[in-house]
């Protein structure tokens, strides 16, 4: 009878224990769902942000610039680099709209000057000239060609070329302090360890790129800081968002011209006192931490 009576508490407890993991995987799977339904909500949220955002812009985007606001002209020179297809295209092609003339520039000599026909058919007073932006001999040629032609600009727009906190130190901030966190980066890449060393986790060589680029963006707003009245240079950065280009497969959720929109409206400020500052959709972003 004890014996019995014993298996049949054996049996008991057994029940309990698997209504209890049942219990707990049924929590568990509340707790995920209910993570799951934030994050989309989240997403959803963020979704209708961008949405009506982008309609704010495209909005502000058929309002012409007044007489007053227009300080530029025909003979206002704009360079762009990597103009010869996507949200660089897209910054020559808004800027020649406005009336600029417009210097688009590629390293492929071919595709450039076609890219460059496209716009000047229609209108747009382009220009065409090979560029490439780390080739010191090519910079050398286009700077000569520049000075004789053009005598110089007044715009430059720049293509692609958030984290450590030491490199949100302005004060502290050196072409030295830049090499060497990017650097860090790159060994720490080699041996493996650069998941625990506080780099981003996702896109992680792109994120590390544009953290650069910032970086840099205001440490040269620095160093050109103290530059006479009539000479001044104005420097700022800006994301163009999820663009579809071939870069992101055309998976991006942004065109082109809405890529290019807020670097055409950095560009046009009436009183440009704006410098090292980092941009997104027409608004001032700092730098993620």
Not at 108 to 114: L, M
Not at 171 to 183: A, G, H, K, N, P
Not at 209 to 227: E, G, I
Not at 234 to 258: D, F, Q
């Given at each position: 009878?004890?014996?019995?009576?014993?298996?049949?508490?054996?049996?008991?407890?057994?029940?309990?224990?698997?209504?209890?993991?049942?219990?707990?995987?049924?929590?568990?799977?509340?707790?995920?769902?209910?993570?799951?339904?934030?994050?989309?909500?989240k997403r959803e949220r963020?979704?209708?942000?961008?949405?009506?955002?982008?309609?704010?812009?495209?909005?502000?985007?058929?309002?012409?610039?007044?007489?007053?606001?227009?300080?530029?002209?025909?003979?206002?020179?704009?360079?762009?680099?990597?103009?010869?297809?996507?949200?660089?295209?897209?910054?020559?092609?808004?800027?020649?709209?406005?009336?600029?003339?417009?210097?688009?520039?590629?390293?492929?000599?071919?595709?450039?000057?076609?890219?460059?026909?496209?716009?000047?058919?229609?209108?747009?007073?382009?220009?065409?000239?090979?560029?490439?932006?780390?080739?010191?001999?090519?910079?050398?040629?286009?700077?000569?060609?520049?000075?004789?032609?053009?005598?110089?600009?007044?715009?430059?727009?720049?293509?692609?070329?958030?984290?450590?906190?030491?490199?949100?130190?302005?004060?502290?901030?050196?072409?030295?302090?830049?090499?060497?966190?990017?650097?860090?980066?790159?060994?720490?890449?080699?041996?493996?360890?650069?998941?625990?060393?506080?780099?981003?986790?996702?896109?992680?060589?792109?994120?590390?790129?544009?953290?650069?680029?910032?970086?840099?963006?205001?440490?040269?707003?620095?160093?050109?800081s103290d530059r006479p009245?009539?000479?001044?240079?104005?420097?700022?950065?800006?994301?163009?968002?999820?663009?579809?280009?071939?870069?992101?497969?055309?998976?991006?959720?942004?065109?082109?011209?809405?890529?290019?929109?807020?670097?055409?409206?950095?560009?046009?400020?009436?009183?440009?006192?704006?410098?090292?500052?980092?941009?997104?959709?027409?608004?001032?972003?700092?730098?993620?931490?």
């Amino acid at each position: 009878m004890e014996s019995q009576r014993e298996k049949e508490m054996e049996k008991d407890s057994e029940r309990e224990e698997d209504t209890d993991s049942e219990n707990d995987e049924r929590e568990e799977e509340r707790e995920c769902q209910k993570l799951r339904d934030r994050q989309k909500e989240k997403r959803e949220r963020a979704k209708e942000r961008r949405e009506k955002r982008r309609q704010q812009i495209s909005l502000l985007r058929t309002i012409p610039y007044s007489d007053h606001q227009r300080w530029w002209s025909a003979d206002t020179i704009a360079l762009v680099t990597g103009a010869n297809r996507g949200i660089g295209f897209e910054i020559a092609h808004q800027l020649a709209m406005h009336g600029l003339t417009v210097i688009l520039t590629s390293r492929d000599v071919a595709v450039g000057e076609e890219s460059a026909k496209v716009l000047q058919e229609g209108g747009l007073n382009v220009l065409f000239h090979q560029l490439d932006i780390v080739d010191p001999s090519s910079i050398k040629v286009f700077t000569e060609w520049l000075q004789q032609n053009c005598g110089g600009v007044d715009i430059l727009s720049i293509g692609d070329l958030t984290l450590r906190r030491q490199l949100e130190d302005v004060d502290s901030l050196s072409e030295e302090l830049i090499d060497r966190t990017v650097t860090s980066f790159l060994e720490q890449v080699k041996d493996g360890s650069w998941t625990s060393g506080g780099w981003p986790q996702t896109y992680t060589d792109y994120s590390m790129s544009k953290l650069a680029v910032n970086t840099y963006t205001r440490l040269m707003a620095k160093m050109l800081s103290d530059r006479p009245e009539g000479q001044k240079i104005y420097i700022n950065c800006y994301c163009p968002g999820w663009v579809k280009t071939a870069m992101t497969g055309w998976a991006g959720h942004t065109s082109p011209e809405e890529g290019a929109d807020t670097a055409v409206w950095l560009a046009l400020l009436p009183d440009q006192v704006v410098t090292g500052k980092f941009f997104a959709e027409r608004r001032e972003l700092s730098i993620a931490r």
